[in-house]
């Protein structure tokens, strides 16, 4: 089983990031996708999420609005779209598949600076 996040990076502030996660080693479509973020020197915390089936989406506050989570059942990969981006957007962001079994990326790191 793997799920392998990409797309992170440096922005300025108010850009946008396109983030992925390719899954591999499980039925993709039978599992809910998640995001969570942890901050250096903070708890790991959840983002967004999507249903599997009826593909309903969920946000945290802080996200809500900037950010959007779709997924790819076909391509076994789901995307988190991060737009007007704020420096405490900073932090590893990692891909989550919680289903029959709870399964977790290694996480990819964002950085919002000017």
């Known amino acids: 089983v793997q799920l392998v996040e990409s797309g992170g990076g440096l922005a300025q502030p108010g850009g946008s990031l396109r983030l992925s996660c390719a899954a591999s080693?499980?039925?993709?479509?039978?599992?809910?996708m998640s995001w969570a973020r942890q901050a250096p020197g903070q708890e790991r915390e959840w983002v967004a999420s999507v249903t599997s089936n009826t593909n309903k989406r969920t946000y945290a506050d802080s996200v809500k609005g900037r950010f959007t989570i779709s997924r790819d059942d076909p391509q076994n990969t789901a995307y988190l779209q991060v737009n007007s981006l704020k420096p405490e957007d900073t932090a590893v962001y990692y891909c989550?598949?919680?289903?029959?079994?709870?399964?977790w990326g290694q996480g990819t790191q964002v950085t919002v600076s000017s």
């Open positions: 989550r598949a919680r289903g029959m079994k709870d399964y």
């Open positions: 080693g499980f039925t993709f479509s039978s599992y809910a």
